[in-house]
């Protein structure tokens, strides 16, 4: 019966990714309902409520143990992989509930692809990188093409076009994040998530991410988690600012969101004084 | 986890380097005000020593306008400021041109006592030109007070202070005109047209500094009153 329903789930994001448009640009393609998760007793964010735009640029940023990851990890259901964590509140994707038991996680992750702080390639070429999840998820026809629309979109196809069976870890730190962003966009997913992509990288292979991010939002949403408040205020279009609240005793730290509206806002003219005082170093 | 230390340590003289530029400024403030003051006396009083010391003493304000610029564009390139640390950035660097402006106007008025001192005058403009700078040096007090106590009331004050200021600049016309044909008196009454000219200016450039302030309190930048529109407000 589940695996009923969740054939049904499939087939329903399914048909709204082919029906596109849907949303449209500033249209919430997320929308995070009273969102708390756990782990074990500890709750690493609370009562986040907010709704992402589609096609637009969301960075969230914060202190350490604020639950940035953690929030963009709810996004695409990467906590379901930690077996203590609990989700609550509702994580509505362009109006479906990606926590309902029908849903599909597989399906959910191929629709929101996720690009790590350290560039994660597998250990084999170049091509194969990018071919892997095509054919994991069936998409082998016009195979080459695939690969390389993915390789062009990702700015990477121009290097790396002569030598597509090089492998991957030849690669500089910069080109393997691109090849996994490229990765990430071949199985044509609706969003983009990235957590930290650029902190391991140096500032020319920094902007190239970044100029991609600007490339890339006219097809997909993107959610990035930096702690690079410059790099916040650069490319995004939206901040979302989390603070860490402590429990009376101290011993509970907990992730809250005290700010969130358009970047040029939240850098010229924050309403919540704990993002005055963590934009302008005024803490601690 | 890095140590947060040597970050706060960054941000702490920033935060020193953002306070002595907002003292420069107050600096300069007072330094316009001054020379002001100095050249309405050498106007008044005939003295061509007070109208040397307003011209001379223009060198210290141009030297802290271009201090305040240089060290301005090198916290702008190493500190990168936001919110309001980016707001009173833009602030000095606008008050700062303001004031400096000010001196100029300031030693403008000398220069014209210089000239005009061998004149007959007028005690009708003499008196309308007094009572034009006893305005608009409360008004640069008033803008700057405003700014060093971050008064928003006291700043959205300053366009109600600038209209007396502006009818008397207007009503100059007049007293040139009733001067009549006699050749050295319409020789320095048109010269007192440049001062009055010169104080209107001052009152607006004291308005534009209190714009300022209200712009670093509520983070949106209005012009107080609107020159290509106006009176627009008063059309009902």
């Not at chain 1, 448009?21 to 007793?41: C, H, K, M, N, Q």
């Not at chain 1, 597998?122 to 054919?135: C, Q, T, W």
């Not at chain 2, 403008?108 to 005058?121: D, E, G, V, W, Y």
């Not at chain 2, 007049?174 to 048109?190: N, Q, S």
Request: charged share 30%.
């Amino acid at each position: 019966m589940v695996t009923d329903e969740r054939e049904h789930v499939k087939v329903q994001i399914e048909a709204r990714h082919q029906e596109r448009p849907a949303p449209r640009i500033g249209e919430p393609v997320f929308r995070l309902e009273s969102v708390t998760v756990a782990y074990d007793e500890q709750e690493a964010i609370r009562d986040i409520t907010l709704d992402v735009p589609a096609n637009q640029i969301t960075a969230i940023i914060g202190p350490s143990g604020s639950g940035k990851s953690t929030m963009i990890r709810v996004l695409n259901r990467m906590n379901d992989l930690i077996p203590s964590a609990r989700v609550s509140g509702k994580v509505l994707y362009n109006g479906q509930d990606l926590y309902e038991p029908a849903v599909d996680p597989v399906e959910v992750r191929r629709r929101i692809g996720m690009v790590f702080q350290k560039p994660n390639p597998f250990p084999k070429s170049i091509y194969e990188n990018v071919a892997f999840g095509l054919r994991v998820n069936g998409m082998t026809e016009r195979l080459d093409d695939r690969v390389e629309q993915a390789l062009r979109a990702a700015a990477l196809w121009d290097e790396v076009k002569s030598d597509l069976r090089k492998n991957a870890y030849d690669l500089s730190g910069g080109q393997q994040q691109r090849l996994c962003i490229a990765r990430a966009i071949a199985v044509e997913p609706d969003t983009i998530l990235m957590d930290e992509p650029a902190s391991a990288l140096d500032p020319i292979a920094t902007q190239r991410i970044e100029d991609l991010m600007f490339e890339l939002k006219d097809q997909y949403s993107i959610v990035i988690v930096t702690h690079n408040m410059q790099q916040a205020a650069r490319v995004s279009d939206m901040t979302a600012f989390l603070t860490v609240e402590v429990s009376q005793e101290g011993k509970q730290r907990t992730g809250v969101l005290a700010e969130y509206d358009r970047t040029e806002v939240v850098f010229t003219n924050p309403s919540d004084p704990r993002t005055e005082a963590y934009i302008t170093g005024r803490f601690g | 986890m890095a140590d947060p230390r040597p970050q706060q340590e960054a941000r702490r003289r920033f935060h020193e380097e953002l306070a002595t530029l907002e003292d420069d400024i107050h600096r300069c403030g007072e330094l316009a005000e001054r020379a002001l003051t100095r050249a309405m006396e050498a106007l008044m009083e005939r003295d061509p020593a007070k109208a040397d010391e307003v011209i001379a003493g223009d060198d210290e304000l141009d030297e802290l306008y271009i201090s305040v610029e240089r060290r301005w564009l090198e916290v702008m390139a190493l500190q990168t400021p936001v919110a309001t640390d980016l707001r009173l950035m833009s602030v000095i660097l606008h008050v700062n041109f303001h004031l400096e402006r000010i001196g100029d106007m300031a030693v403008n008025i000398a220069k014209m006592s210089q000239l005009t001192r061998h004149l007959p005058t007028n005690p009708t403009i003499l008196s309308h030109l007094q009572e034009m700078a006893d305005v608009v040096r409360p008004m640069i007090r008033a803008a700057m007070e405003a700014f060093a106590r971050r008064d928003l009331q006291l700043a959205l004050r300053l366009p109600d202070m600038d209209e007396p200021v502006d009818r008397l600049n207007r009503g100059m016309y007049r007293e040139v005109a009733a001067c009549g044909l006699e050749h050295d008196l319409i020789e320095w009454a048109a010269a007192m047209m440049v001062v009055s000219r010169q104080l209107e200016r001052v009152g607006d450039h004291a308005v534009d500094v209190a714009e300022q302030v209200a712009f670093l309190l509520t983070g949106e930048f209005r012009e107080f009153t609107d020159a290509s529109h106006p009176g627009a407000e008063d059309d009902e």
